[in-house]
């Protein structure tokens, strides 16, 4: 008997099971698994010996921007690799975008300008705080923050003229975000979403698309990303949306209410195993959506209360304590333990049901990268019987030694399970590759 295993982090089973977490690992196609899925472990990450602050908030390198170089903002000043440029004021979401020549960088306060030797100022219209900078059309485009204006500069410039500004129509909504995607900008208010193409006007290089705004506005200033050839947004009903005809609801009920419960609230996109991935970071959860299985899970950094990465940028990520990280080819966690972590379960109406066994299919024997390590690698499971609100011990099962690939992973003998139903959790600390195709009950010839 198959017990649901858990898939996506917020999603309910059935029944009186509570939610089935989903940590340090993914969901992936697998087409030769009865369910089409299976769950497999991320990589862990690695320090990359180059510190920058105590806390980046935003890490940014394109190709042929200052000829390729990184930069990021972290702890109020502007980096350039390991070189500290100079402060930047502010204390809100930070954004930098940039030209061929040129930089530009804020964090809700005043916008600054980097041509590769000096990081001065811009001199803004009425010396006002630009929330956002984005980059298109061959301009930089700065959001104004005591309104709905957005100003830009000329093409392949570095200055905002005063009349250089056009201003959100569909309603009085200040704006708070924006993305250019597809020679088109995108402008999130607090209570809509307006589309301006670019028009190759020089004069006004951005007008309105009639009929085409989201009567959906955006919850904050870094609530907003690009991802693949669409975007996405955390609404202002703390809904996680993906553009389409109309706004697209991907999120549920639970990660919403975790979503509105949360303080703090962005957005960004990374890559792994050539598969790309949307980080939702809130309070203490980092949670992540795979482009290709549409569904959540949630990453957690050993020890720490949240995800390490904030934010993420050709191949590397930018991190709360002021790291810079990149996947490794293992699993250790920048050194530690990488946790994975999973439930799986049944509801249970009426009567009771006798557990002789729970089966697990994975990947055993998988011990070789790390020789003379590790040798006999295990995994626990705890099981709860009445939805998760206490626990039985953690009881440990060898996950194979080397070669052990046909090794039969099982708990015997689990006992008596009844209304409102059976629930066991696993975890994994060992540093080896693990792969969970089905979690099963009361198998013939699994003993007792």
Request: aromatic content about 10%; glycine content about 12%.
């Amino acid at each position: 008997m198959r017990l649901q295993y858990a898939l996506t982090s917020y999603e309910r089973a059935k029944g009186d099971l509570p939610e089935l977490p989903v940590v340090n690992m993914f969901a992936e196609e697998a087409p030769s698994e009865e369910t089409g899925v299976a769950l497999q472990s991320r990589y862990g990450l690695a320090d990359q010996s180059a510190d920058i602050g105590t806390s980046v908030k935003a890490i940014f390198q394109r190709d042929r921007v200052l000829s390729g170089a990184q930069f990021a903002v972290s702890s109020g000043a502007l980096y350039s690799g390991v070189t500290n440029l100079g402060a930047i004021d502010g204390s809100g979401a930070a954004s930098i975008a940039g030209l061929e020549t040129d930089i530009f960088v804020t964090q809700g306060a005043s916008l600054y300008t980097y041509e590769g030797a000096t990081l001065s100022a811009v001199s803004f219209p009425d010396a006002a705080n630009v929330t956002k900078v984005v980059a298109g059309a061959s301009r930089a485009i700065a959001l104004r923050a005591d309104g709905g204006k957005f100003y830009w500069t000329p093409a392949l410039g570095n200055t905002f003229g005063a009349l250089d500004f056009a201003t959100a129509e569909s309603q009085p909504d200040g704006v708070l975000d924006a993305l250019f995607i597809d020679d088109v900008l995108v402008l999130f208010g607090s209570e809509t979403v307006e589309f301006w193409p670019n028009t190759g006007n020089s004069d006004l290089p951005f007008q309105p698309l009639e009929g085409r705004v989201f009567e959906r506005g955006i919850r904050a200033t870094g609530c907003a990303t690009i991802m693949g050839a669409t975007f996405y947004w955390v609404g202002d009903d703390n809904a996680l949306y993906t553009n389409g005809n109309e706004p697209t609801r991907i999120s549920n009920a639970g990660l919403e209410e975790a979503i509105s419960g949360s303080t703090a609230c962005s957005l960004f996109t990374f890559t792994l195993e050539g598969t790309e991935f949307l980080a939702l970071r809130l309070d203490t959860e980092t949670h992540v959506y795979s482009s290709r299985s549409r569904m959540f899970s949630r990453f957690e950094s050993y020890g720490q209360t949240n995800w390490l990465p904030t934010c993420y940028a050709s191949g590397i990520f930018g991190s709360s304590d002021g790291k810079q990280l990149a996947w490794s080819t293992d699993h250790l966690d920048v050194g530690g333990q990488l946790e994975r972590r999973w439930r799986a379960g049944m509801a249970i109406n009426g009567g009771g049901v006798q557990v002789s066994n729970v089966q697990l299919r994975t990947n055993p024997g998988q011990t070789s990268y790390l020789t003379g390590q590790y040798a006999d690698p295990t995994i626990e499971m705890r099981v709860s019987r009445n939805a998760g609100q206490s626990w039985k011990n953690w009881k440990s099962r060898s996950l194979g030694a080397q070669g052990e690939y046909r090794k039969k992973i099982q708990w015997r003998g689990c006992g008596q399970a009844s209304q409102p139903g059976f629930l066991c959790e696993f975890r994994t600390t060992d540093p080896v590759p693990l792969r969970i195709s089905d979690v099963r009950i009361n198998e013939p010839y699994g003993g007792r």
